[in-house]
């Protein structure tokens, strides 16, 4: 380190959750949403926003400081990532994300001292029978949150998939643990040769087959509800898997990388993608802390990096494997059968 050292990234670290839940607050209260229809003088929007006069201009300036509102004179209103990215009414929304961070992990992460020290999970199965997705789906409001949320976090590099993995070598395609199928909508809209399938638990298919109503590419994309612990993977010329094999402990990775190797045929590829570690464990601060969260809401999950996935998928048969960083902190790891 050059120079004198100085408390400043302490501090900052130690109170980011300061800043974490006041945008959090901000999306749940629909602040972004309200301004996309025009800036608003202050006390106009802190009437609509429902806001105590105590906090409302220290609330609202935070967030101007913060880069999330732009004020002018009196009048608060949208940057242009907020206009685009937390407007709830728009496609390009991603709040679903931060609506769960509020409601779940924020609370859940208040445990993370006492996950670390016994290894149990600290969200609603804590201390529980049913597993987290039973526990998830039990509830068709938090199904609804948490498959949008899902959404949320894996857009960018959903779209970036369906650019850059040479689709044009393939016709068909299977998403496992599809969620409201945002990859595979991704894929089917850059790729009008292909056909795919979504496939998930049974609860999942009204929300799955909303979406991909809504953006047109339900004559291509269907959804085949099924249990990945019971049923084998429907076949198809490449298997994506986002975000699923770090929910699961490593015998169960193993099992799911071979199923997909089962179910390709030769020269068929397995796409694997999340918040792939480097492989010196030193850089993805996000991975390394999705796999915290992973502690937090799992028993026996954990995330992992490229040389990690590679070598089990050599494990399972797969002749070639390759690491491609897609997007901020997300990689995916190709294997060829
Ligand atoms: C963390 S989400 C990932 C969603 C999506 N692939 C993404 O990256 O945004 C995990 C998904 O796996 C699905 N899932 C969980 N257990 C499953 C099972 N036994 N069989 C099939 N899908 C399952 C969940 O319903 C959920 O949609």
Redesign the pocket.
Known sequence: MQGHPTPEKILQTGTAFWASKTLLSAVEMGVFTELARGPEKFEALRGRLGLHVRGARDFLDALVSLGFLAREGDSYGNTPETELFLDKNKPSYIGGILEMANHRLYPFWAHLTEALKTGAPQNEIKGGEAAL?ENL?ADPDRLKEF?RS??G??HGANMTIARVFPWKDYNTFV?????QG??ATQIALANPHLRGTG???PQ?APIFEEYTKATGVAARVAFAP????KEPIPKADVVL????LH?WDLPTKKMLIKKAFDTLPSGGAFVVY?AIIDDARRTNTFGLMMSLNMLIETPGGFDYTGADCAGWMKEAGFSSTRVEHLVGPDSMVVGIK
């Open positions: 997705f789906y498959l899902m959404t976090i894996s998403d496992v643990g599809t969620a945002d990859l496939f998930d638990l999942v099924g249990d990945f612990f898997m986002g975000h699923i929910d999340e």
